[in-house]
């Protein structure tokens, strides 16, 4: 099955710094790769997702990068602000509307951020 | 956030005992998720349904049970819970239609002891 490698574990920055956070794919089959921020003692929330037949998606300070030769993503936070401190997950599926996939996730082990003022 | 809810939201309870968890949605979604969330290894997948009657297992099924008797309610039981079956339990929900997004619920905290 799926196995999704994410990196670092852990990430501080300050205000402003932009930060990255990485993440490795193994199955060649996936084609879609959700990025979810999760707050302390809340539920995790779709922040950007990407499809594998772009390489690139932004929305305001958010970006991610998909290199499909390499199987790895990435999360790019510019400007960083206190609030964007949270836990970031990846995750990849090989989404297939009406398929056999269900849609099924196979998330990373999580990224803990931490925007210092 | 989308009409999914989950009860209880926390729940203590001993080794052996039987539990259910309830996930319920008023959105219509054909597709529904248990995921378990521990420290160091992200959401899990338990079991998922892809419509009334149908589930299947996810990654980390054993010692749980799932039912779907109708689309709003996917029911998550521990036959017999175990200590290492402490854990944040979520519901998530998608129509797997157009958008891939799946929706979470605001989580169960379950604590065996």
């Known amino acids: 099955g799926e196995n999704v490698e994410q990196h670092p574990s852990t990430l501080s920055v300050q205000e402003g710094d932009s930060a990255v956070i990485k993440c490795t794919y193994s199955?060649?089959?996936?084609?879609?790769f959700p990025w979810y921020k999760q707050e302390l003692g809340k539920r995790p929330q779709l922040i950007i997702d990407?499809?594998?037949?772009?390489g690139e998606k932004k929305d305001q300070r958010i970006a991610v990068t998909l290199n499909k030769t390499a199987k790895h993503f990435s999360l790019h936070i510019t400007e960083t602000q206190p609030e964007d401190s949270a836990v970031y997950f990846c995750?990849?599926?090989?989404?297939?509307?009406?398929?056999?996939?269900?849609?099924?996730?196979?998330f990373g082990q999580g990224t803990i951020l931490t925007v210092h003022p | 956030d989308a009409g999914i809810t989950q009860s209880p939201r926390h729940k203590v309870t001993e080794t052996g005992t039987p539990v259910t968890l309830r996930c319920h949605q008023t959105?219509?979604?054909?597709?529904m998720y248990w995921y378990r969330q521990d420290p160091g290894h992200g959401l899990r997948l338990i079991h998922y349904?892809?419509?009334?009657?149908?589930?299947d297992k996810g990654e980390v099924s054993d010692g749980y049970s799932v039912s779907r008797s109708k689309t709003e309610d996917f029911l998550l039981t521990l036959e017999s819970a175990t200590s290492s079956q402490t854990s944040v339990y979520f519901c998530?929900?998608?129509?797997?239609?157009?958008?891939?997004?799946?929706?979470f619920g605001p989580g169960t905290r379950l604590t065996v002891t």
């Open positions: 959105e219509n979604h054909r597709y």
């Open positions: 349904s892809y419509g009334v009657k149908d589930t």
């Open positions: 199955d060649s089959a996936s084609n879609y």
């Open positions: 998530a929900i998608s129509d797997q239609r157009g958008s891939y997004e799946q929706y």
């Open positions: 990407i499809r594998s037949n772009v």
């Open positions: 995750a990849a599926s090989t989404a297939n509307a009406g398929g056999t996939s269900y849609g099924k996730l196979t």
